[in-house]
């Protein structure tokens, strides 16, 4: 168990641009989480997989944001036409999918839009 | 839409004193569950909580879940410093398996 890694650690961005985050998580869970953070806050839901099926999209979450998990192992979420507001730490988490089971989080990833 | 409001947002305490940490929400979760996070960290889990009314230990924190499971606390005893991160809690929409964070709680305890 190598715990959930998440590339890269940190993302500098012009706004404008586009970036894509990897999630790697713990083998065999077949559910995986994304969420945002920003400082001091909770995290904020943006989606969730079981195994390769994208169960649900925030609503809050506009079309420049996009997630896949191809084969039901890794995840990438894409933000295509970043902006200085998608500032923030995007965290990845994933769960053996059993009831009550605990979510093992990434260390994240922290983008700034300049 | 579901939220869970934690208060209070922050609290600076001394080594030894004693804090309550409050997770509210007018919708019913299935399970919630207590983490930490550290700077630099992402969240880690502290304990889960299933039953209405349920009170869980750990070591110097008492976890405890609504009645109508739809709010719960979070005790600390004699905090020490090791104690100092965000406190978050998450409530899971029943048989979805999505989690809903709170506002989370900031805890520096003073040496």
């Known amino acids: 168990d190598t715990g959930v890694s998440q590339d890269p650690r940190h993302k500098i961005t012009k706004r404008g641009q586009n970036v894509t985050f990897r999630c790697d998580p713990i083998?065999?869970?077949?559910?995986l989480y994304w969420y945002r953070q920003t400082l001091g806050q909770g995290p904020e839901f943006l989606t969730y997989?079981?195994?390769?099926?994208?169960?649900?999209k925030s609503r809050l979450l506009s079309d420049r944001f996009s997630a896949e998990r191809p084969k039901g192992s890794f995840s990438t979420l894409e933000i295509q036409r970043t902006e200085q507001g998608d500032s923030a730490m995007y965290l990845c988490?994933?769960?053996?999918?059993?009831?009550?089971?605990?979510?093992?989080f990434g260390n994240g990833t922290r983008l700034t839009v300049t | 839409t579901q939220l869970l409001e934690q208060s209070p947002q922050f609290l600076s305490i001394q080594e030894g004193e004693n804090l309550t940490v409050y997770c509210n929400s007018s919708?019913?979760?299935?399970?919630l569950q207590w983490y930490r996070q550290e700077p630099g960290e992402g969240p880690v889990l502290l304990v889960t909580?299933?039953?209405?009314?349920e009170v869980k230990k750990l070591k110097r924190l008492t976890f405890q879940f609504g009645d109508a499971r739809k709010d719960s606390s979070l005790h600390i005893t004699a905090a020490q410093p090791g104690d100092t991160g965000l406190y978050l809690c998450?409530?899971?929409?029943?048989?979805?398996?999505?989690?809903?964070f709170g506002t989370g709680t900031r805890l520096k305890v003073l040496a």
């Open positions: 083998s065999e869970h077949n559910r």
């Open positions: 998450a409530g899971e929409s029943s048989g979805t398996y999505k989690y809903i």
């Open positions: 997989f079981q195994n390769e099926a994208q169960l649900e």
């Open positions: 909580v299933v039953t209405g009314g």
């Open positions: 988490a994933s769960s053996s999918g059993k009831d009550n089971s605990p979510l093992h």
């Open positions: 919708s019913v979760f299935s399970s």
